[in-house]
Protein backbone atom coordinates (compact mmCIF):
# COMPACT_ATOMS: atom_id res chain seq x y z
CA UNK A 1 0.00 0.00 0.00
CA UNK A 2 1.30 3.11 -0.90
CA UNK A 3 1.24 5.98 1.28
CA UNK A 4 3.06 9.58 1.91
CA UNK A 5 4.88 8.14 4.95
CA UNK A 6 5.94 4.65 4.98
CA UNK A 7 4.57 2.32 8.42
CA UNK A 8 8.20 1.97 9.64
CA UNK A 9 8.37 5.59 10.47
CA UNK A 10 5.70 6.14 11.62
CA UNK A 11 5.76 3.20 13.73
CA UNK A 12 9.16 3.48 15.30
CA UNK A 13 8.71 7.36 16.08
CA UNK A 14 5.57 5.90 18.12
CA UNK A 15 7.84 3.50 20.03
CA UNK A 16 10.49 5.66 20.79
CA UNK A 17 8.09 8.17 22.28
CA UNK A 18 6.71 5.68 24.06
CA UNK A 19 3.35 5.71 22.35
CA UNK A 20 1.56 2.28 22.10
CA UNK A 21 -2.14 3.59 21.34
CA UNK A 22 -1.92 7.35 19.56
CA UNK A 23 -5.43 7.52 20.88
CA UNK A 24 -4.62 7.72 24.23
CA UNK A 25 -1.70 9.84 23.43
CA UNK A 26 -2.30 14.02 25.03
CA UNK A 27 -2.55 16.94 22.34
CA UNK A 28 1.40 17.92 23.19
CA UNK A 29 2.38 13.99 23.13
CA UNK A 30 0.67 14.07 19.28
CA UNK A 31 2.38 17.67 17.95
CA UNK A 32 6.11 15.97 19.04
CA UNK A 33 4.86 12.70 17.42
CA UNK A 34 4.01 14.39 14.34
CA UNK A 35 7.05 16.87 14.28
CA UNK A 36 9.59 14.10 14.44
CA UNK A 37 7.61 11.70 11.75
CA UNK A 38 7.88 15.23 9.63
CA UNK A 39 11.57 15.42 10.18
CA UNK A 40 12.24 11.70 9.30
CA UNK A 41 10.11 11.30 6.50
CA UNK A 42 10.24 14.96 5.14
CA UNK A 43 6.32 15.08 4.38
CA UNK A 44 4.85 18.12 5.45
CA UNK A 45 1.62 17.10 7.61
CA UNK A 46 -1.82 17.92 7.45
CA UNK A 47 -1.84 19.57 11.30
CA UNK A 48 -5.34 19.50 12.84
CA UNK A 49 -4.31 18.24 16.11
CA UNK A 50 -3.80 21.27 18.30
CA UNK A 51 -5.77 24.10 18.22
CA UNK A 52 -3.20 27.03 17.32
CA UNK A 53 -4.67 30.31 15.62
CA UNK A 54 -3.58 30.40 12.02
CA UNK A 55 -4.08 34.07 11.62
CA UNK A 56 -2.73 36.85 11.86
CA UNK A 57 -2.88 39.33 15.26
CA UNK A 58 -4.78 42.30 15.31
CA UNK A 59 -2.09 45.07 14.87
CA UNK A 60 -3.96 47.02 17.60
CA UNK A 61 -2.52 44.82 19.80
CA UNK A 62 1.26 44.18 18.74
CA UNK A 63 1.20 47.91 18.17
CA UNK A 64 0.12 48.63 21.64
CA UNK A 65 2.52 45.90 23.09
CA UNK A 66 5.50 46.98 21.45
CA UNK A 67 4.72 50.80 22.39
CA UNK A 68 4.23 48.96 26.19
CA UNK A 69 7.96 47.17 25.86
CA UNK A 70 9.75 50.79 24.73
CA UNK A 71 8.28 52.78 27.63
CA UNK A 72 9.94 50.40 30.22
CA UNK A 73 6.97 48.31 31.55
CA UNK A 74 9.30 44.76 31.18
CA UNK A 75 11.21 46.13 34.22
CA UNK A 76 8.14 46.60 36.51
CA UNK A 77 5.89 43.70 38.15
CA UNK A 78 2.33 44.10 37.21
CA UNK A 79 -0.16 44.50 39.93
CA UNK A 80 -1.53 40.36 40.59
CA UNK A 81 -5.08 40.98 39.80
CA UNK A 82 -4.45 42.92 36.33
CA UNK A 83 -3.53 46.74 35.26
CA UNK A 84 -6.34 48.92 35.44
CA UNK A 85 -6.75 49.67 31.75
CA UNK A 86 -6.89 45.80 31.22
CA UNK A 87 -9.74 45.44 34.20
CA UNK A 88 -11.68 48.02 33.25
CA UNK A 89 -11.94 47.30 29.54
CA UNK A 90 -12.77 43.65 30.61
CA UNK A 91 -15.37 44.92 32.73
CA UNK A 92 -17.16 46.66 30.01
CA UNK A 93 -16.08 43.86 27.35
CA UNK A 94 -18.21 41.95 29.92
CA UNK A 95 -21.15 44.74 29.97
CA UNK A 96 -21.48 44.94 25.94
CA UNK A 97 -20.65 41.62 24.30
CA UNK A 98 -22.32 39.41 27.54
CA UNK A 99 -24.81 41.43 28.60
CA UNK A 100 -23.63 40.99 32.14
CA UNK A 101 -22.10 43.78 34.64
CA UNK A 102 -18.94 42.44 36.93
CA UNK A 103 -17.30 45.36 38.50
CA UNK A 104 -13.41 45.57 37.50
CA UNK A 105 -12.08 44.22 40.40
CA UNK A 106 -13.40 41.03 39.95
CA UNK A 107 -12.04 40.69 36.02
CA UNK A 108 -9.15 39.43 36.68
CA UNK A 109 -5.77 39.35 34.21
CA UNK A 110 -4.10 35.28 33.96
CA UNK A 111 -1.49 34.02 32.02
CA UNK A 112 -3.89 32.43 29.43
CA UNK A 113 -7.36 30.75 30.41
CA UNK A 114 -5.37 27.47 31.30
CA UNK A 115 -4.04 29.62 34.28
CA UNK A 116 -7.10 30.95 35.26
CA UNK A 117 -8.67 27.00 35.13
CA UNK A 118 -5.41 25.72 37.35
CA UNK A 119 -6.41 28.95 40.06
CA UNK A 120 -9.63 28.36 39.96
CA UNK A 121 -9.73 24.74 40.38
CA UNK A 122 -7.68 25.21 43.09
CA UNK A 123 -10.21 27.31 44.61
CA UNK A 124 -13.27 25.86 44.32
CA UNK A 125 -12.54 22.34 45.85
CA UNK A 126 -11.29 23.94 49.22
CA UNK A 127 -14.32 25.61 49.95
CA UNK A 128 -16.30 23.00 51.64
CA UNK A 129 -15.16 19.70 53.15
CA UNK A 130 -17.75 17.49 51.63
CA UNK A 131 -18.12 19.24 47.97
CA UNK A 132 -14.88 18.45 46.60
CA UNK A 133 -15.42 17.13 43.38
CA UNK A 134 -15.73 18.75 39.76
CA UNK A 135 -18.08 17.19 37.02
CA UNK A 136 -17.08 17.76 33.49
CA UNK A 137 -20.14 18.18 30.97
CA UNK A 138 -17.91 16.77 28.47
CA UNK A 139 -16.39 16.24 25.64
CA UNK A 140 -14.16 19.01 26.88
CA UNK A 141 -10.59 19.81 26.98
CA UNK A 142 -8.24 17.50 28.11
CA UNK A 143 -5.95 19.50 29.85
CA UNK A 144 -8.65 20.56 32.78
CA UNK A 145 -8.59 16.83 33.85
CA UNK A 146 -4.99 16.85 33.64
CA UNK A 147 -4.67 19.77 36.26
CA UNK A 148 -7.21 17.64 38.48
CA UNK A 149 -5.08 14.89 38.11
CA UNK A 150 -2.33 17.23 39.41
CA UNK A 151 -4.09 18.90 42.21
CA UNK A 152 -5.39 15.75 43.29
CA UNK A 153 -9.12 16.57 43.33
CA UNK A 154 -11.83 14.14 41.96
CA UNK A 155 -13.86 14.48 39.54
CA UNK A 156 -16.83 13.14 37.42
CA UNK A 157 -17.98 13.16 33.73
CA UNK A 158 -20.51 12.89 31.48
CA UNK A 159 -20.96 13.39 27.46
CA UNK A 160 -23.94 15.94 27.03
CA UNK A 161 -24.63 14.53 23.30
CA UNK A 162 -27.61 12.52 24.43
CA UNK A 163 -28.71 14.76 27.11
CA UNK A 164 -29.77 18.04 25.55
CA UNK A 165 -32.83 20.47 25.89
CA UNK A 166 -34.64 19.22 29.55
CA UNK A 167 -33.00 15.82 29.32
CA UNK A 168 -29.75 18.03 30.95
CA UNK A 169 -31.75 19.09 33.97
CA UNK A 170 -32.85 14.85 35.21
CA UNK A 171 -28.45 14.23 34.40
CA UNK A 172 -27.13 16.89 35.95
CA UNK A 173 -29.79 16.74 39.31
CA UNK A 174 -28.46 12.71 39.06
CA UNK A 175 -25.12 14.21 40.09
CA UNK A 176 -25.29 17.35 41.71
CA UNK A 177 -28.12 15.95 44.46
CA UNK A 178 -25.78 14.38 45.96
CA UNK A 179 -23.92 17.03 47.84
CA UNK A 180 -20.34 15.81 46.87
CA UNK A 181 -19.79 19.12 43.89
CA UNK A 182 -17.64 22.01 44.21
CA UNK A 183 -18.26 22.97 40.68
CA UNK A 184 -19.21 22.30 37.23
CA UNK A 185 -17.24 22.70 33.95
CA UNK A 186 -18.01 22.78 30.59
CA UNK A 187 -16.86 25.04 27.22
CA UNK A 188 -19.62 27.09 25.02
CA UNK A 189 -18.97 26.57 22.27
CA UNK A 190 -17.31 23.02 23.00
CA UNK A 191 -14.23 21.67 22.42
CA UNK A 192 -14.13 19.31 20.65
CA UNK A 193 -17.56 18.99 19.30
CA UNK A 194 -18.68 22.33 18.39
CA UNK A 195 -22.15 21.80 19.80
CA UNK A 196 -23.34 25.21 21.58
CA UNK A 197 -25.78 25.54 24.31
CA UNK A 198 -29.05 26.87 23.79
CA UNK A 199 -30.40 29.76 26.50
CA UNK A 200 -32.55 26.83 27.90
CA UNK A 201 -29.84 24.85 28.81
CA UNK A 202 -28.37 27.84 30.31
CA UNK A 203 -30.94 28.28 32.99
CA UNK A 204 -31.59 24.85 33.81
CA UNK A 205 -27.61 24.60 34.11
CA UNK A 206 -27.67 27.73 36.09
CA UNK A 207 -30.94 26.80 38.18
CA UNK A 208 -29.50 24.00 39.62
CA UNK A 209 -25.92 25.37 40.11
CA UNK A 210 -27.95 27.95 42.34
CA UNK A 211 -30.05 25.12 43.88
CA UNK A 212 -27.24 22.91 44.79
CA UNK A 213 -24.83 25.55 45.43
CA UNK A 214 -22.38 24.76 43.08
CA UNK A 215 -20.26 26.99 40.90
CA UNK A 216 -20.04 26.56 37.25
CA UNK A 217 -16.85 27.50 35.46
CA UNK A 218 -18.17 28.08 32.17
CA UNK A 219 -14.64 28.38 29.52
CA UNK A 220 -15.13 30.74 26.98
CA UNK A 221 -12.26 29.95 24.71
CA UNK A 222 -14.22 30.39 21.44
CA UNK A 223 -16.12 33.66 22.03
CA UNK A 224 -18.54 34.53 20.32
CA UNK A 225 -17.20 32.10 17.37
CA UNK A 226 -21.00 30.23 16.74
CA UNK A 227 -21.11 32.04 13.87
CA UNK A 228 -24.41 31.13 12.82
CA UNK A 229 -25.46 34.64 14.13
CA UNK A 230 -23.46 37.37 14.50
CA UNK A 231 -22.78 38.58 18.14
CA UNK A 232 -19.67 41.22 17.12
CA UNK A 233 -21.53 44.49 17.50
CA UNK A 234 -21.02 45.85 20.81
CA UNK A 235 -24.30 46.24 23.01
CA UNK A 236 -26.31 44.91 20.18
CA UNK A 237 -27.84 41.55 20.45
CA UNK A 238 -27.30 38.46 20.34
CA UNK A 239 -24.92 38.64 23.19
CA UNK A 240 -22.23 35.38 23.44
CA UNK A 241 -24.76 33.23 25.84
CA UNK A 242 -23.57 32.39 29.34
CA UNK A 243 -24.60 31.09 32.63
CA UNK A 244 -24.42 34.28 34.17
CA UNK A 245 -27.44 35.26 33.25
CA UNK A 246 -29.05 32.37 35.05
CA UNK A 247 -26.80 32.46 38.35
CA UNK A 248 -24.68 34.25 40.76
CA UNK A 249 -22.56 31.50 41.19
CA UNK A 250 -20.42 31.67 38.31
CA UNK A 251 -16.29 31.97 36.96
CA UNK A 252 -15.70 32.51 33.35
CA UNK A 253 -12.49 32.15 31.72
CA UNK A 254 -11.77 34.12 28.58
CA UNK A 255 -8.78 33.20 26.53
CA UNK A 256 -7.27 36.02 24.44
CA UNK A 257 -5.74 32.89 22.21
CA UNK A 258 -8.40 31.87 19.48
CA UNK A 259 -10.78 34.86 19.32
CA UNK A 260 -7.83 37.50 19.26
CA UNK A 261 -5.36 35.20 18.20
CA UNK A 262 -2.91 36.25 20.82
CA UNK A 263 -2.19 32.71 21.94
CA UNK A 264 1.63 33.28 21.84
CA UNK A 265 1.50 35.91 24.68
CA UNK A 266 -0.31 33.19 26.47
CA UNK A 267 -3.02 36.16 28.03
CA UNK A 268 -6.57 35.44 29.14
CA UNK A 269 -8.78 36.36 32.33
CA UNK A 270 -11.01 35.55 35.17
CA UNK A 271 -14.50 37.06 35.50
CA UNK A 272 -15.81 36.12 39.07
CA UNK A 273 -19.52 37.17 39.60
CA UNK A 274 -19.29 40.17 42.25
CA UNK A 275 -21.44 38.39 44.54
CA UNK A 276 -19.07 35.31 44.78
CA UNK A 277 -15.72 37.34 45.17
CA UNK A 278 -17.64 38.85 48.20
CA UNK A 279 -18.40 35.45 49.86
CA UNK A 280 -17.11 34.45 52.75
CA UNK A 281 -15.84 30.81 52.86
CA UNK A 282 -13.94 30.12 56.07
CA UNK A 283 -12.51 27.09 55.31
CA UNK A 284 -9.92 29.05 52.98
CA UNK A 285 -8.40 29.95 55.84
CA UNK A 286 -6.90 26.60 55.86
CA UNK A 287 -4.71 27.44 52.70
CA UNK A 288 -5.13 30.95 51.82
CA UNK A 289 -4.44 34.27 53.09
CA UNK A 290 -8.21 35.04 53.55
CA UNK A 291 -11.59 33.75 53.44
CA UNK A 292 -13.11 36.02 50.88
CA UNK A 293 -13.22 33.82 47.53
CA UNK A 294 -12.08 37.00 45.10
CA UNK A 295 -9.22 38.00 47.67
CA UNK A 296 -8.46 34.80 47.79
CA UNK A 297 -8.05 33.45 44.39
CA UNK A 298 -5.82 36.44 43.58
CA UNK A 299 -3.50 36.44 47.00
CA UNK A 300 -3.73 32.87 47.30
CA UNK A 301 -4.17 30.70 44.21
CA UNK A 302 -2.74 33.58 41.59
CA UNK A 303 0.32 35.02 43.45
CA UNK A 304 2.41 31.50 43.94
CA UNK A 305 1.33 30.45 40.44
CA UNK A 306 2.77 33.70 38.68
CA UNK A 307 2.75 36.87 40.60
CA UNK A 308 1.05 38.17 37.48
CA UNK A 309 0.61 38.43 33.96
CA UNK A 310 2.85 39.62 31.71
CA UNK A 311 2.58 43.45 31.60
CA UNK A 312 3.23 44.01 27.36
CA UNK A 313 0.45 41.56 26.94
CA UNK A 314 -2.32 43.16 28.87
CA UNK A 315 -1.51 46.57 27.03
CA UNK A 316 -2.14 44.39 24.11
CA UNK A 317 -4.83 42.86 24.88
CA UNK A 318 -6.36 45.66 26.19
CA UNK A 319 -6.30 48.20 23.61
CA UNK A 320 -7.95 45.49 21.42
CA UNK A 321 -10.52 45.19 23.94
CA UNK A 322 -11.30 49.18 24.19
CA UNK A 323 -11.40 48.94 20.56
CA UNK A 324 -13.59 46.39 20.28
CA UNK A 325 -15.86 48.02 23.24
CA UNK A 326 -16.07 51.29 21.35
CA UNK A 327 -16.64 49.68 17.83
CA UNK A 328 -13.64 50.55 15.89
CA UNK A 329 -12.46 46.16 15.97
CA UNK A 330 -14.36 43.57 14.53
CA UNK A 331 -12.97 40.48 16.25
CA UNK A 332 -15.59 38.06 15.21
CA UNK A 333 -14.90 39.37 11.66
CA UNK A 334 -11.49 38.84 12.07
CA UNK A 335 -11.74 34.90 13.05
CA UNK A 336 -14.27 34.02 10.44
CA UNK A 337 -11.90 32.16 7.95
CA UNK A 338 -12.10 29.06 10.47
CA UNK A 339 -15.58 28.83 9.34
CA UNK A 340 -14.77 28.69 5.39
CA UNK A 341 -12.35 26.31 6.72
CA UNK A 342 -14.52 23.93 8.76
CA UNK A 343 -17.19 23.82 5.63
CA UNK A 344 -14.40 23.06 3.26
CA UNK A 345 -12.48 20.27 4.92
CA UNK A 346 -15.61 18.41 6.27
CA UNK A 347 -16.97 18.28 2.60
CA UNK A 348 -13.72 16.35 1.70
CA UNK A 349 -13.80 13.76 4.62
CA UNK A 350 -17.39 13.17 3.81
CA UNK A 351 -17.05 12.88 0.38
CA UNK A 352 -14.15 10.54 1.24
CA UNK A 353 -16.03 8.09 3.32
CA UNK A 354 -15.60 9.86 6.55
CA UNK A 355 -18.48 10.67 9.26
CA UNK A 356 -19.04 13.72 11.19
CA UNK A 357 -19.13 12.24 14.56
CA UNK A 358 -21.18 14.99 16.20
CA UNK A 359 -23.33 16.12 13.54
CA UNK A 360 -26.15 17.92 14.90
CA UNK A 361 -26.78 20.88 17.71
CA UNK A 362 -30.10 19.85 18.67
CA UNK A 363 -32.23 20.02 15.90
CA UNK A 364 -30.04 22.41 13.91
CA UNK A 365 -27.10 21.87 11.86
CA UNK A 366 -23.72 22.13 13.66
CA UNK A 367 -21.77 25.05 12.81
CA UNK A 368 -18.93 25.39 10.83
CA UNK A 369 -16.16 26.99 13.74
CA UNK A 370 -12.84 26.15 14.82
CA UNK A 371 -13.36 22.02 15.54
CA UNK A 372 -15.34 19.18 13.63
CA UNK A 373 -15.28 15.67 14.61
CA UNK A 374 -14.61 12.59 12.13
CA UNK A 375 -14.74 8.80 12.10
CA UNK A 376 -14.37 6.09 9.37
CA UNK A 377 -16.32 2.95 9.68
CA UNK A 378 -14.32 -0.13 10.94
CA UNK A 379 -12.18 1.99 13.09
CA UNK A 380 -11.48 3.23 16.68
CA UNK A 381 -10.53 6.59 17.33
CA UNK A 382 -6.30 5.62 17.91
CA UNK A 383 -6.84 2.58 14.90
CA UNK A 384 -7.99 5.94 12.20
CA UNK A 385 -5.12 7.73 13.77
CA UNK A 386 -2.60 5.78 13.63
CA UNK A 387 -3.47 5.22 9.43
CA UNK A 388 -4.14 8.51 9.27
CA UNK A 389 -0.59 9.32 10.16
CA UNK A 390 1.06 7.47 7.05
CA UNK A 391 -1.06 9.95 5.17
CA UNK A 392 0.63 12.64 6.89
CA UNK A 393 -2.66 14.03 8.49
CA UNK A 394 -3.00 14.67 12.42
CA UNK A 395 -5.45 14.76 14.66
CA UNK A 396 -6.27 13.59 18.08
CA UNK A 397 -8.93 10.64 19.89
CA UNK A 398 -11.81 12.00 20.88
CA UNK A 399 -11.24 9.43 23.82
CA UNK A 400 -9.23 11.91 25.66
CA UNK A 401 -11.29 14.53 25.62
CA UNK A 402 -13.99 12.70 27.73
CA UNK A 403 -16.49 12.07 24.93
CA UNK A 404 -18.23 8.26 24.56
CA UNK A 405 -17.61 8.78 20.74
CA UNK A 406 -14.62 6.50 21.47
CA UNK A 407 -14.12 5.58 16.99
CA UNK A 408 -13.77 9.63 16.31
CA UNK A 409 -11.25 12.04 15.87
CA UNK A 410 -11.13 15.79 17.30
CA UNK A 411 -9.92 18.22 13.52
CA UNK A 412 -8.76 21.31 14.16
CA UNK A 413 -8.93 23.72 11.63
CA UNK A 414 -6.64 26.65 12.03
CA UNK A 415 -3.37 25.63 11.29
CA UNK A 416 -4.86 24.29 7.57
CA UNK A 417 -4.51 26.95 4.73
CA UNK A 418 -6.04 27.60 1.20
CA UNK A 419 -2.69 26.87 -0.56
CA UNK A 420 -2.93 22.84 1.56
CA UNK A 421 -6.57 22.22 0.41
CA UNK A 422 -5.93 20.69 -2.54
CA UNK A 423 -3.38 18.57 -1.31
CA UNK A 424 -5.27 17.14 1.65
CA UNK A 425 -8.06 16.63 -0.94
CA UNK A 426 -5.50 14.30 -2.92
CA UNK A 427 -4.53 12.43 0.30
CA UNK A 428 -8.10 11.59 1.24
CA UNK A 429 -8.95 10.65 -1.90
CA UNK A 430 -5.85 8.34 -1.61
CA UNK A 431 -7.11 7.11 1.50
CA UNK A 432 -10.50 6.49 0.52
CA UNK A 433 -9.51 4.54 -2.21
CA UNK A 434 -7.01 2.08 -0.38
CA UNK A 435 -10.01 1.49 2.61
CA UNK A 436 -13.28 1.41 0.65
CA UNK A 437 -13.11 -1.97 0.02
CA UNK A 438 -11.16 -2.58 3.31
Not at 63 to 73: D, M, P
Not at 90 to 99: K, P
Not at 215 to 228: G, H, N, S, T, W
Not at 338 to 357: D, P
Request: some cysteine; proline content about 5%; charged content about 25%.
Amino acid sequence: MQTPVSKNIVKQILEENGIDDPGKASIREIVKVVNDIQNASGVKFIRMEMGVPGLEPAKIGVEAEIHALQSGVASKYPMIEGIPEFKNEASRFASLFMDIEVQPENCIATVGAMQGAMATFMMVSRLDEIKQKTLFLDPGFPVQKQQHRVLNIPYATFDIYNFRGEKLREKLESYLSSGEYSSLIYSNPNNPSWVCFTEAELQIIGELATKYDVIVIEDLAYFAMDFRSDKSLPGVPPYQPTVAKYTQNYILLISASKAFSYAGQRIGMVIINDKLARREYPKLKDVYPSAFFGRAFIYGALYPLSAGTSHSAQKGVAAMLKAANDGQFNFVEEVKPYQKRASIMKELFTKNGFNIVYDKDMEEPLADGFYFTISYPGYSGGELLKELLLYGISAISLEITGSERTEGLRACVSQITDEQMPVLKERLENFYKQHQDA
